[in-house]
């Protein structure tokens, strides 16, 4: 038995651990339920769910590219009646906190999703996806401080929940973005969502995804994602989780020293579902090896160099 | 039909039209490598790993992927079981080098370890032998591999059952995968594009004279083939299985980049709720 206090704190949100999974990047936590079992996870950030089902956008939907990959995905899920009826009583199994990730075309679908949520106990906190780049008008909310304030603040009315605002790195400043959503209740912040880009086949002489845009994730945007923490956990109180490129203990270890409370794996899961459970073992350890007796300590611990 | 195996920590939950949904307990392992051989078909290999989890819980249709120490690609890339040997725990991959994977692959020597994740897939084939039935294989590239699993699958269940393996290839000297099949008592049919072997054309050309009404096909390999397979079949009244495979970015069903659209307008994920599809299902 290790004596670290591992247990940390997004807003009345108490995870076991500062470990868990990316929106978008761990489906419905069924899927890898032989590899992963859930009561080890801080908590499970499962995929947006939007107020009607959706589609998708067509394939190609990703591809790889140096360090990372593109994904255009298109917001493909069942809605709020399809999770409230499949998704939600196989996670409420489990003795494991979810965050469901919530996007919207305006302030009254967010509202609305997260109202459906509170009322039927379906989730412990709700994300809201500010910044999905893959679908039109999606990424309008978190480009705009005014903008995603409203958001935050229309969600912040209906439900006691904890609110996260999740961040995107598309901006001049995210620390403007970040006040923004904490002025207007937010009780913690995620980022970074992915970073828009696009790849094209020369030989073909077209673009690789069908959707043109895609997001940017993987190793290649962790320098960015950690930027962005570092930045906001200077410029906001409310706690924040870090995201971006994870692809061991290590780099979930610089996440909490530029200021997060609590990381995320993402596109790390697709190269291994088990990723969370070594990103947790990796964090103890290092506690452990270094002396620290609490794993907040780490968090906003970098100096200068 | 419900069965659930928890002793032999395998499950089925049920069948329809001939497609199986069959998951294997999925297991990431390090697996020792017993062989990786050259075939006589320019870069290509066969490379033998011992895993007795693989070995016991891979049916035909099923993959794995493979983590290989590639730099800047991350993904991992899935590869077909092409052989399983419960005896021995051990299975085998056929295939061509490709890119970082596949050249890292075939430097790998006996005794190193090979980073895997499987079994793979959700639907795969159903090899179930009815009496009287002609099963015909169609395959080409790396579709060759599962579909040779799959005859010799059928075979060894059912000893008389009538099983044709139809191979395409652009020529001659890419042709593989086929030595086993003939002492398995499978009949091989060759088609080459440029004619160097076999029948002159395409493979619907060498399945067309054999469709008839106690047909089954199945078949694997390049879209445009399958696709040509699957409405050849379909126009016969014939069914028609299609292992669909596309680029798959995780090979468990969390990251949905894999998706094929569906003939109800569904984009389906070819690795969890595929690969293999009754062709009719599919909007191609
Ligand atoms: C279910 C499934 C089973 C498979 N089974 C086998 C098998 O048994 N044997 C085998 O040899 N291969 C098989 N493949 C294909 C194999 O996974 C890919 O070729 C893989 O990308 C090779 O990895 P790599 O790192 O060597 O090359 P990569 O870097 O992935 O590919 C090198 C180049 O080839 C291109 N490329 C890769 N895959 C494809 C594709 N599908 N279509 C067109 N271009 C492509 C890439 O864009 C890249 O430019 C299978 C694929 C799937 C989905
Ligand atoms: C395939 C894919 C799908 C994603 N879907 C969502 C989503 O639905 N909602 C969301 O807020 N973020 C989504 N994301 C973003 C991730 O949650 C994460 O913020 C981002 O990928 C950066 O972390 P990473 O580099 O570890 O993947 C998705 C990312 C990927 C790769
Ligand atoms: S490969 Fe990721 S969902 Fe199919």
Known sequence: ?305 | MINFLHGMQTYELFRFVGIRIYFGVIKKEAAQVVSVTPLSAPRHFVLTMKSAHLASHSRPGHFIAVAADTGSAILRKPFSVYTVNPDAGEISILFSVYGPTTTAMSRMLPGDSIDVLGPLGGRIFDPEPIKGIHHILVGGGYGVPPLNYLAKTIRASAPDAMVTVIIGARTANLLVGDDDLLDAGVEVIYCTDDGSAGVHGRVTDALLPLLKSDSRVYTCGPTPMMKAVGELSEAHGVDCQVSLETFMPCGVGICVGCVVKMRDGVFSRTCTDGPVYPGCEVAW
């Open chain 1, 1 to 305: 038995m290790s004596t670290v206090n591992m247990t940390v704190q997004i807003g009345s949100l108490k995870m076991r651990n500062p470990v868990t999974t990316g929106s978008g990047t761990f489906g419905f936590g069924s899927e890898t339920k032989d590899l992963v079992p859930l009561d080890r996870l801080g908590a499970v950030t499962v995929k947006a769910t939007t107020r009607e089902r959706r589609l998708g956008n067509p394939p190609q939907r990703i591809v790889e590219t140096a360090s990372g990959i593109l994904n255009a995905i298109g917001l493909q899920n069942g809605g709020i009646d399809d999770y409230l009826a499949n998704k939600a009583p196989y996670l409420r199994g489990f003795d494991c906190p979810i965050i469901v990730n919530v996007p919207g075309e305006n302030p009254n679908d967010f509202a609305y999703v997260v109202e459906r949520l509170t009322a039927a106990g379906a989730a412990d906190a709700v994300e809201l996806n500010l910044s999905c780049p893959n679908v039109s008008h999606g990424l309008d909310y978190a480009t705009d401080p005014q903008l995603a304030a409203s958001v935050v603040a229309a969600v912040r009315k209906v439900t006691s929940m904890p609110v996260i605002a999740k961040l995107s790195p598309n901006v001049t400043d995210i620390r403007v973005i970040a006040k923004a959503c904490e002025d207007a209740g937010a009780d913690a912040l995620s980022m970074i969502n992915t970073v828009v880009g696009t790849a094209i086949d020369p030989r073909k002489r077209k673009f690789r995804l069908a959707n043109i845009t895609g997001g940017l994730s993987g190793p290649a945007v962790k320098p960015i994602a950690l930027l962005a923490v570092w930045r906001c956990y200077n410029t906001v109180k409310i706690p924040i989780i870090g995201m971006g490129g994870i692809a061991c203990p290590l780099d979930a270890i610089e996440f909490m020293l530029a200021g997060a409370t609590a990381v995320a794996c993402g596109t790390g899961n697709f190269v291994d579902p088990t990723l969370s459970l070594e990103v947790i073992d990796g964090i103890e350890k290092y506690c452990v090896e270094n002396g620290f007796a609490d794993v907040n300590a780490l968090i906003g611990a970098v100096t200068a160099a």
